[in-house]
C-alpha cells in the first residue's frame, strides 16, 4: 500500500508516469464499483471516464495523499448519480428526496462497515479486502499473504461472521 501512497505522492507534484500508473491501479476496480451504482452500463463508461479525467485534473488538490482511494469512489459515485438524474430528466420533489435519503442511507451503511472491517484482526481484514472487495481469488488471495487456500478460506468465513453479527446487532437491535 506505501507504493499507492507513494504513487499520488508523485502524482501530486505533476509526475504523469506516477499518475498513469495510479490511474490504470484503480481503473478496474472503480469499473467494478460503477456498475454496482450506476443506472445503465452506458452510465457505467461515463462515470468512470469522467472520474478518472476528475482525477488527472484534480489530484493536486488532494489534502491527503492517504484519502486517494476514498476520494476517487466518491467521485464515481457522484458521477453515477449525476448521471441518473440526467436519464430522469426533470424529477418530482418526491423523487428527488427519495434518492437524497437512499444516498445517505447508503453512505451511512458504507461507514458503518468499513468501521466494522477496521475492527477485525488485522490478517482477517486483509483476506476480505483482498476476496471481497479486490474480488481476487482464493488462490491469489492465498499466495499474495503467503497463506494456503484453507486458511484464507477460514479466515475468510470468521470476517463475513463477525462483520454479519456486528452489522446485525447495530441495525436490527439498534
Partial sequence: MLLIQD???QAQQGDHVA????????QPDVTRFARRVCATPEDVEDAVQE??????????A?????????????????????LMRQLRGNTSLSEQLALSMAQTDQ???????????S??????CQVLVLRDIQALTTPEVAAQ???SQAAVKSRL?????????TLTEQYCLG
Avoid at 488532494?62 to 449525476?82: I, N, P
Fill in 7 to 9: 504513487l499520488v505522492e
Fill in 19 to 26: 499518475l498513469q500508473q495510479l490511474l490504470y491501479h484503480y
Fill in 51 to 60: 472520474a478518472l479525467w476528475i482525477a488527472t485534473s484534480k489530484i493536486g
Fill in 62 to 82: 488532494l489534502r491527503v495523499a492517504g484519502a486517494f482511494s476514498r476520494w476517487l469512489f466518491q467521485v464515481v459515485k457522484h458521477e453515477c448519480y449525476r
Fill in 107 to 117: 453512505s451511512e451503511l458504507s461507514h458503518d462497515l468499513a468501521l466494522a472491517i
Fill in 119 to 124: 475492527h477485525l484482526a488485522p490478517l482477517d
Fill in 145 to 147: 499473504l503467503g497463506l
Fill in 157 to 165: 468465513h470468521r470476517a463475513r461472521q463477525q462483520l454479519r453479527q
